[in-house]
């Protein structure tokens, strides 16, 4: 069966593209083109026609041809490029349905063609998958990496290490008679602690990965009218929030994403905390004070003209804390002082509000810097190594002496485990989670 999908966005555009992958995709190109022969991995210049009734559908069209297996797919691939008006991709659309042996693609499903074809392996699928759907620079960046194959060897170096240690102890095992040398099985033991050490560290990232795919959590709490709402809005360049002088306006959680300068971050807008005068009001403070714990930075906002700071909002000052001294349109002399990164600004006027966005990129790169080129960005990632580094932990507790066959086992699952990430080894039931993220056409 042969498929073909858009792998561009929809119309109107100057051009669109159109891919088809399968054993018979030359000779659909052939009843498309009229042409004689189609060179590969060129350009050939050509029109595309309805071959029912030789109505030309584009006059001034381009295909490209490429063979397997060296192609995306790894089967025959031809890329169709036609102006990208509505009516043309149409009609090219339909003409192509009308092909024997040809349906429209399935999400994701050229990708995973490459992958089944050994072309990519799962850990790059993803990193594709994040490539077209990032929005800022960090995220491009770190996609990139994956994408050039950066975690692919560093997990395939790990798991080749859990092998060459497998294979020491398992000539212990078959050659028990002989007189090996006793440094064989003392170098296994410490290359897996070597390992084991390692993944811990690579677990034990504060999921930098995972934060810079997903975005960075980041909290707007404080009194009531301090002027929360106000800076969700001015941040999101856009009304978000409902802002009023009427004190507990704000009661539920209000959420939004945005780029900060490259930093994914979703902001959230809470209710302003004082003593509830409903079980509503109750409520929407409780969910203020469950999302600052689940934050990974807080910006305390604080009325910089009021005299008193109420008790619970004193509490939640921490590390993780940047201070708005808001109003300063109000009261420009700081009336307030703390031990942690502190702002004097005024929402209303814009003032120091690129101080305040400086601090919360500087407290985000400071918190999440890494040096392991996040080797994690989606929790099956972590879910392996968890299972990987527990064969391990139940390798090295055992008494080599004794259990050795056992012993090799552990390692036996342990290169499984890491072996899964990639798409060595058991990957039919992860598939689909990974490949349904896709655009039709990829």
Known sequence: MNIYALSSGRGPSGIAIVRISGKETLKICENLTKLKKIKSNEVNFCKFYDPKNNDIIDPEALLLWFPGPNSYTGEDLAELQIHGSNAVISALLRVLSEQSNCRIAEPGEFTKLAFQNDKIDLLKAESIVDLIHSETELQRQQAVKIVQGNSSNYYNDLRDKIIKSLAFIEAKIDFAEEDLPEKVLKDALQSIKEIHSEITKIIENNKIGEKIRDGFRVSIIGEVNAGKSSLLNLLSKREVAIVSDEAGTTRDVIETYLNLDGYPVILADTAGIRDAKNETEKKGISLALGKSKESDLNIVVIDNSSKNINNEIKKMINKDTIILLNKS????????????????????????????????????????????????????????????????????????????????????MATRHLGSIVGKVDVEEILESIFKDFCIGK
Request: hydrophobic share 30%.
């Open 329 to 412: 349109d109000v009261s420009d002399k700081q009336n307030h002082t703390f031990d942690v990164e502190t702002v004097l600004a005024s929402v209303k006027n814009n003032r120091n509000i690129n101080k305040l966005i400086d601090k919360i990129k500087a407290k985000l790169k400071d918190k999440f810097s890494s040096n392991n080129n996040s080797l994690i960005t989606r929790e099956r990632h972590r879910v392996k190594l968890n299972q990987c580094l527990k064969e391990l932990d139940n390798f090295l507790k055992k008494d080599h002496n004794k259990n050795l066959e056992l012993a090799a086992e552990d390692l036996r």
